[in-house]
Each structure stands twice: as structure tokens, then as C-alpha cells.
T-cell receptor, first 113, second 113 residues
Framework: AQTVTQSQPEMSVQEAETVTLSCTYDTSESDYYLFWYKQPPSRQMILVIRQEAYKQQNATENRFSVNFQKAAKSFSLKISDSQLGDAAMYFC??????????FGTGTRLTIIP | DAGVTQSPTHLIKTRGQQVTLRCSPK?????VSWYQQALGQGPQFIFQYYEEEERQRGNFPDRFSGHQFPNYSSELNVNALLLGDSALYLC????????????FGAGTRLSVL
């Protein structure tokens, strides 16, 4: 079985600053994908960024980047130049093979103007 | 290009009743998964449908059942509703053997009184 742990229930950051959300996971699989999803109050789960486990290079998407440490089973999300629209619940998720996702419990991110 | 659509957006039922939730996958996707998200928690996998068959199932009782139609749309049925079934139900779609991208609908909020 795989597990995903997000140890920060809540985080806050000043607008335009940088924040890092933490995620650790456990799986016995070698080929898997990791994701960060954003869920605003509208409830729509939006894909922020994803990382293939076999790729050593960290994924980046504009202001969002990850620090993927495979040996440590760590997958943190860095948000640069935080904007008010970044306020949401952020979920780390893991999947392998057949698209079933295992989610963490989420981190609520607040942006302070 | 329509994304994942779910209906209804909100539903109120009483204990013991039965409910049916509906989902249309994103255009080009053939696999549908259902998740239950309790308040303040991450989504939990219920089951997945591919080629009109249940391919995977999470740790949910038989009261939860589903169906996939030839056009890939799907239904989630819950019988003998319990208060604990109150949650946000998310539908997700993906393409089997594709790039592992999973798209989510906005969910159906079920309240059981």
C-alpha cells in the first residue's frame, strides 16, 4: 500500500513572497508519478504540477516548481511570487500504473496581502 | 473542449435513501474514477471504471456501486445512505495508457440528514 503525508495543515505567505509546501510518501513501486493539485473554494481539483519518478530533473511550471528527493521519498512544492489567486487547499498525490490516486490530507495556503 | 462534468452540484437526502450521481468524462478520456472527500480531508478512492467494467475498488462497502456506459459516462450509486456518507463526491477521468493526466470535475456535494 502507498501512503502520502502532508505534515503542514496550514501555511501562510505574504503576497509576492515564496512558500514551500512539504509532502512525503511511501511506496514499494519504482515507476510512479507524483502530483500537486490545487483545490480552491470552487471545489474543482486543478493539476498544478507533476513529476515522473524516473526523471531526476525537477519539474517546473511557471511560478511552481518541485524538489523531488526520490531516496528520501520527499516531494515539496515551491510557489514563487505568491499571488492572491494561489490561496487554496493543496494536495499532494501519488499514482502508479492505472491512474488511481492516493492523496495526502492537504495544506491550506493563505496569501496575506 | 469540455472538461469533466458532474451532476447535480448539490443534493440533500435522508438516511436510508438511495442516490445516483452522474459524470461525463473529459473528451478523449475513457476511464472514470470516483472519489469521496469528507470535510477537511483528502479525496479517498472509491472505484474506477474502464470498458464498462469496475477495474479497481477502494475500501468502500457494497452499498457503493457504479456503472459506465458505452459513451464512457458513469454513475455512482449509494444505497441505504448513512449520515457518514455526507461528503463531496469527485469524478475524475483519464485515458488508459496515456500520459497519466487525471482531470477532475467540480464534484457533487451530498448532504445526508
Amino acid at each position: 500500500a502507498q501512503t502520502v503525508t502532508q505534515s503542514q495543515p496550514e501555511m501562510s505567505v505574504q503576497e509576492a513572497e515564496t512558500v514551500t509546501l512539504s509532502c512525503t510518501y511511501d511506496t514499494s513501486e519504482s515507476d510512479y508519478y507524483l502530483f500537486w493539485y490545487k483545490q480552491p473554494p470552487s471545489r474543482q481539483m486543478i493539476l498544478v504540477i507533476r513529476q515522473e519518478a524516473y526523471k531526476q530533473q525537477n519539474a517546473t511550471e511557471n511560478r511552481f516548481s518541485v524538489n523531488f528527493q526520490k531516496a528520501a521519498k520527499s516531494f515539496s512544492l515551491k510557489i514563487s511570487d505568491s499571488q492572491l489567486g494561489d490561496a487554496a487547499m493543496y494536495f499532494c498525490a501519488l499514482n502508479f500504473g492505472n491512474e488511481k490516486l492516493t492523496f495526502g490530507t492537504g495544506t491550506r495556503l493563505t496569501i496575506i496581502p | 473542449d469540455a472538461g469533466v462534468t458532474q451532476s447535480p452540484t448539490h443534493l440533500i437526502k435522508t438516511r436510508g435513501q438511495q442516490v445516483t450521481l452522474r459524470c461525463s468524462p473529459k473528451s478523449g478520456h475513457d476511464t472514470v474514477s470516483w472519489y469521496q472527500q469528507a470535510l477537511g480531508q483528502g479525496p479517498q478512492f472509491i472505484f474506477q471504471y474502464y470498458e464498462e467494467e469496475e477495474r479497481q475498488r477502494g475500501n468502500f462497502p457494497d452499498r457503493f456501486s457504479g456503472h459506465q456506459f458505452p459513451n464512457y459516462s458513469s454513475e455512482l450509486n449509494v444505497n441505504a445512505l448513512l449520515l457518514g456518507d455526507s461528503a463531496l463526491y469527485l469524478c475524475a477521468s483519464s485515458l488508459a495508457g496515456g500520459d497519466r493526466r487525471v482531470d477532475f470535475g467540480a464534484g457533487t456535494r451530498l448532504s445526508v440528514l
